[in-house]
């Protein structure tokens, strides 16, 4: 099992920046990609940003060049760093965990709100 518990959601303006940060107990040495998905008012829950241990990373189309993932392994913690925020990143951002053995964990979110 794994617990994650994100932090840093807030109301901002457009243009802002926040940081995410998403820490992992319990089994952490299962982990292998950790990422965060964002799930706006009405809409599908998307990926956002996704980095394995190993090191590689992807991001969602809209946020490359404004959001930056990072992973501190020591602290088992995954940030994300989001900036020049937009009112459409406006959402409810979940850190979810995948494990080697093809489990996936998520966190209960944390709010983002970006106002123009």
């Known amino acids: 099992q794994v617990q994650l518990v994100e932090s840093g959601g807030d109301s901002v303006q457009a243009g802002g920046s926040l940081r995410l940060s998403c820490v992992a107990s319990g089994s952490i040495f299962s982990i292998n990609a950790m990422g965060w998905h964002r799930q706006a008012p009405g809409k599908e829950r998307e990926l956002v940003a996704r980095i394995t241990r190993g090191g590689s990373i992807n991001y969602e189309s809209s946020v490359k060049g404004r959001f930056t993932i990072s992973r501190d392994s020591a602290k088992n913690t995954a940030y994300l760093e989001m900036n020049n925020l937009k009112p459409e990143d406006t959402a409810v951002y979940f850190c979810?965990?995948?494990?080697?053995?093809?489990?996936?964990?998520w966190g209960k979110g944390t709010l983002v709100t970006v106002s123009s």
């Open positions: 979810k965990v995948e494990t080697y053995i093809g489990r996936t964990y």
